[in-house]
């Protein structure tokens, strides 16, 4: 039986808009590349498709240039699809538009709410890490305790078990310093690893130098991981994974990298055929 957190039959991407240099980033480091950003794009998804994977490929939203990065906008899991709710404002809308490109394949698609109560939900993909026993939720600037219990709720009824960890300061994501390799390994920064969360873990650590190598993504067979960091990919290669490395250079200018460009996913076998 395949594994559910790593094989997966379909995918979903969006193609960068132009706007993409107007993108969020934690700091200045430079306007990207349009050009390099779709080629490395395209590489990407041809990776994925190279699994025997069905890649949807959306058009481009140009008045939200962050709407490369799929990933946050939705939950992907075998019983039903969670429409996020993402932390920073400029994106809310991100989410609404993937919540019709997901009903083409499930019918079970609950939505993170933002609660009259005290606190706004807030919760974005790029925190959340699905291995095969649990689900792994970092609490971060674009992601909260009240989003992290929404989640809870929505999922418990599916067996799903949610623990909340904490994502290291000055780190965007939870998976920017982590990435599932099989049923029992995680890829992860020392400064991440170090803070326990990954107890009963195998641990596969960056290579000094190379943190920004760990939001990889295992595709089936495949580990997709950012170019430019040889000794980890040297690492993961001895330990038996088929490595393939794609550009991240003008993705990284806009604090992306491997998991937030695709919704990885099997849908439910009545609606596979979508």
């Known amino acids: 039986m395949s594994a559910r957190s790593y094989s997966f039959t379909h995918a979903i991407m969006r193609a960068p808009s132009n706007s993409i240099t107007h993108g969020l980033r934690a700091k200045d480091t430079g306007t990207p590349d349009i050009a390099q950003f779709a080629k490395d794009h395209a590489h990407y998804k041809n990776l994925l498709e190279s699994t025997g994977a069905k890649v949807t490929s959306l058009p481009a939203l140009e008045d939200y240039p962050d709407s490369v990065f799929v990933e946050d906008a939705a939950l992907c899991l ?13 994106r809310l809308g991100e989410a609404t538009l993937m919540k019709p490109v997901l009903e083409q394949f499930y019918k079970n698609l609950p939505i993170i709410e933002a609660p009259v109560s005290e606190a706004l939900a807030t919760i974005e993909g790029g925190d959340i890490l699905t291995t095969e026993r649990e ?20 999922v418990a009824p599916w067996g799903y078990k949610v623990r909340e960890v904490i994502t290291p ?30 107890a009963g873990y195998k641990i596969i650590h960056t290579a000094p130098g190379e943190e920004a190598a760990a939001n990889a993504i295992r595709f089936n067979q495949l ?24 550009g991240n250079t003008e993705t ?8 937030c460009l695709s919704l990885r996913f099997s849908p439910p076998v009545m609606q596979a055929n979508s």
């Open 252 to 259: 990284a200018k806009i604090d992306g990298g491997m998991s």
């Open 78 to 90: 075998p019983q039903g699809a969670i429409i996020m709710r993402p932390g920073a404002p400029s």
């Open 223 to 246: 580990v997709l991981m950012p170019a430019g960091f040889p000794k980890t990919a040297q690492i993961l290669a001895k330990a038996g994974y088929d490595v393939r490395q794609v």
């Open 135 to 154: 689900i792994l939720v970092g609490r971060s600037a674009r992601t909260n305790a009240v989003g992290i219990e929404a989640l809870r709720d929505i």
């Open 169 to 198: 300061p000055g780190v965007l994501h939870f998976k920017t310093d982590c990435s599932l390799l099989d049923e029992n390994t995680i890829l992860a920064t020392k400064r991440l690893a170090d803070s326990g969360c990954f």
